[in-house]
């Protein structure tokens, strides 16, 4: 199990057998802060709590300091992995919030016999955990459980239905039976004498507008967004190895890289880019116009077609679930350039999804004005007139976003983030299962979250689809697949807790303000950075997926996947490289889970598959 994840920590390694029960903990170490004190598994200095953990706690030093008023004796001298030990004998399960950071851990109590779980609040590192028959394992990916000899890796074909409709299996599913994902902001107790396990949430992300913000003006919340985004910035940049920052060029890098240069001089603002010879999908220019506006040492890598031939297997067979995401490659790509520099690196991750940059906020007025007037038949037709527009491999291009918009209108508004968003339309799911799931069941996760809202603002709604799903099982499970099968260590910037909870409390019209999106972010940070660089319309870190299909992987992936309708897929195929059709993000998501390393170990499901019930 340990062999599978040592890529996540290739710095040190520890074990620990317990003598007395069946207890095993293994730990890979990436060493970020404290190398020479912050071994694991690590104990209490009476050896009754243990903890193995993956993550960074960003305001460790003021809980220390609280502890050590309260009595504590610490034997490290700045390892946030001792915190955590003393924090969860000083206040229990209610160790989780207290902490701002991104974690994930496993404390074993002796004491109580028990095991506790937690995962920081967004989801920013992945624990997964397993059931079957006498089984307990978790770890940081599947591939890890996987690995453990008494666990029978078998197909969850719900899961499998689900990973088409979103482009990522929602937690707590896994594409695997009685295998879990921890939800984000979740904690978990696992007793070891009655094999039950309790499931608690300690932070949910919710929209609740704080009406008071509503008489300030817009230069006092700029000032005080700013000052928060400085402060997240600076708890990033503890670090006692080499750390940089992520540079795309947009607002949510550049922004981090301002709070940067509030702190550090030019000389130590090390960034990365990476970019492309095709136009629509390059930002190295803007990245690098940013860079050198605050006088970073900026590094440049290219991505071309014949590159992405050799890393495409290479990085879709190294993952542990499939992503629909085909960015996962340049975002490897990256992780691994600057791993050659640096040990750590900040990212603008989140600011999207608290700030409403996606194009689909842009979306939903004309969106709500088209249900009210168009009725469903004129809406067939227009969508059968739209498929007939030629189509381009270009980023974003028209043909592309119109046709996406088009198929999610088709459905109720609390359907039209997730069916924008996904790889197969579910009116498609028909053709390509042979048993589909309905439009509700597939997107259950979604709508629940939509139907638990009670703010009548579709912007706030699709403010927590995406930073519930979207960006907890896509963006922020492929910063991590992508940053530590490089052993770099990446951390976001926008979802600290003081921030995030400032961005929960805003009117959403300082989120998206007439066409203007992330107003508020851009207004705090306009006197910071170059004014095209506010300006600049987003794109997006994707690569020229609809082009390089055509000729990537040379011949298409068809095995047979059970329960899946494979003409379907290999008119999919063909229709594609034939020019006729644009399926970019059923193939990539296709292709990733074609190429997984796990899939050929994956059983078919079988009725005498066994788990614990979670209380």
């Known amino acids: 199990m340990m062999r599978a994840v040592a890529h996540r920590g290739p710095d040190a390694q520890g074990r620990y057998i317990d003598a007395e029960v069946p207890v095993f903990l293994g730990h890979q170490r990436l060493s970020v802060l404290d190398p020479s004190g912050g071994a694991q598994p690590m104990w209490t200095s009476d050896g009754q709590i243990g903890v193995v953990y993956n993550g960074e706690i960003?305001?460790?030093?003021?809980?220390?300091?609280?502890?050590?008023?309260?009595?504590?004796?610490?034997?490290?001298?700045?390892?946030?992995?001792?915190?955590?030990?003393?924090?969860?004998?000083?206040?229990?399960?209610?160790?989780?919030?207290?902490?701002?950071?991104?974690?994930?851990?496993?404390?074993?109590?002796?004491?109580?016999?028990?095991?506790f779980l937690s995962r920081d609040r967004f989801g920013e590192k992945p624990l997964y955990y397993a059931i079957q028959r006498d089984l307990f394992a978790f770890g940081s990916e599947l591939s890890g459980i996987a690995a453990h000899r008494n666990f029978v890796a078998r197909r969850d074909p719900v899961s499998l239905q689900k990973y088409f409709a979103y482009g990522y299996v929602p937690a707590p599913r896994t594409l695997l039976n009685n295998c879990f994902k921890l939800t984000g902001g979740t904690s978990l107790v696992y007793s070891l004498s009655t094999q039950h396990l309790r499931i608690t949430s300690y932070a949910l992300f919710h929209i609740a507008t704080d009406p008071d913000m509503a008489n300030r003006t817009d230069e006092d919340l700029a000032e005080e967004l700013r000052a928060l985004l400085f402060q997240s910035v600076k708890r990033r940049l503890i670090s006692d190895v080499p750390l940089g920052i992520f540079l795309s060029g947009g607002v949510d890098s550049s922004a981090v890289l301002a709070g940067a240069a509030n702190v550090l001089p030019p000389d130590q603002l090390k960034t990365f880019t990476l970019g492309f010879h095709e136009p629509s999908f390059d930002e190295s220019e803007a990245a690098a116009s940013v860079a050198a506006w605050f006088g970073a040492d900026h590094k440049i890598d290219w991505l071309d077609l014949e590159t992405a031939k050799a890393a495409i297997p290479q990085i879709l067979a190294h993952l542990d679930e499939p992503m629909g995401d085909a960015?996962?490659?340049?975002?490897?790509?990256?992780?691994?350039?600057?791993?050659?520099?640096?040990?750590?690196?900040?990212?603008?991750?989140?600011?999207?999804?608290?700030?409403?940059?996606?194009?689909?906020?842009?979306?939903?007025?004309?969106?709500?004005?088209?249900?009210?007037?168009?009725?469903?038949?004129?809406?067939?037709?227009?969508?059968?007139?739209?498929?007939?527009?030629?189509?381009?491999?270009?980023?974003?291009?028209?043909?592309?976003?119109?046709?996406?918009?088009?198929?999610?209108?088709?459905?109720?508004?609390?359907?039209?983030?997730?069916?924008?968003?996904?790889?197969?339309?579910?009116?498609?799911?028909?053709?390509?299962?042979?048993?589909?799931?309905?439009?509700?069941?597939?997107?259950?996760?979604?709508?629940?979250?939509?139907?638990?809202?009670?703010?009548?603002?579709?912007?706030?709604?699709?403010?927590?689809?995406?930073?519930?799903?979207?960006?907890?099982?896509?963006?922020?499970?492929?910063?991590?697949?992508?940053?530590?099968?490089?052993?770099?260590?990446?951390?976001?910037?926008?979802?600290?807790?003081?921030?995030?909870?400032?961005?929960?409390?805003?009117?959403?019209?300082?989120?998206?303000?007439?066409?203007?999106?992330?107003?508020?972010?851009?207004?705090?940070?306009?006197?910071?950075?170059?004014?095209?660089?506010?300006?600049?319309?987003?794109?997006g870190f994707g690569m020229p997926t609809a082009s390089w299909l055509k000729s990537v992987p040379e011949t298409p992936p068809l095995a047979q996947v059970e329960g899946v309708n494979m003409d379907y897929v290999e008119k999919v195929w063909g229709d594609h490289r034939r020019g006729t059709a644009d399926h970019r993000l059923f193939m990539w998501s296709w292709l990733s889970l074609q190429l997984l390393r796990t899939t050929s170990e994956i059983k078919s499901p079988s009725p005498a598959d066994e788990g614990v019930d979670i209380l």
């Open 327 to 539: 960015s996962i490659v340049p975002t490897t790509l990256l992780a691994r350039f600057a791993r050659k520099h640096v040990t750590v690196a900040l990212s603008g991750d989140g600011g999207d999804e608290l700030f409403a940059g996606y194009d689909p906020f842009r979306a939903l007025a004309p969106a709500r004005a088209y249900k009210a007037f168009v009725p469903q038949p004129l809406h067939r037709l227009l969508q059968r007139t739209a498929r007939c527009m030629p189509l381009s491999s270009r980023n974003m291009s028209l043909d592309f976003k119109v046709n996406r918009t088009m198929r999610g209108l088709g459905y109720d508004p609390s359907l039209w983030n997730p069916v924008w968003l996904s790889p197969v339309d579910p009116s498609e799911m028909r053709d390509l299962f042979e048993s589909p799931l309905t439009p509700e069941a597939l997107y259950s996760e979604a709508l629940d979250v939509w139907n638990a809202s009670d703010s009548p603002s579709l912007i706030n709604r699709s403010l927590e689809f995406y930073t519930r799903f979207y960006l907890q099982d896509g963006i922020l499970a492929k910063a991590d697949r992508a940053s530590m099968s490089a052993s770099l260590e990446s951390r976001s910037v926008f979802l600290d807790n003081d921030l995030a909870d400032f961005c929960s409390r805003l009117p959403h019209d300082y989120k998206m303000r007439g066409k203007t999106q992330k107003f508020l972010l851009k207004k705090a940070v306009q006197a910071l950075l170059p004014p095209a660089i506010v300006k600049r319309a987003k794109k």
């Open 58 to 115: 960003y305001n460790h030093a003021e809980l220390r300091n609280e502890l050590v008023a309260l009595g504590h004796m610490f034997r490290t001298d700045h390892s946030d992995t001792e915190v955590l030990l003393h924090g969860y004998r000083e206040w229990g399960e209610g160790l989780p919030g207290r902490l701002n950071g991104m974690f994930a851990f496993c404390i074993y109590d002796r004491i109580k016999s028990q095991l």
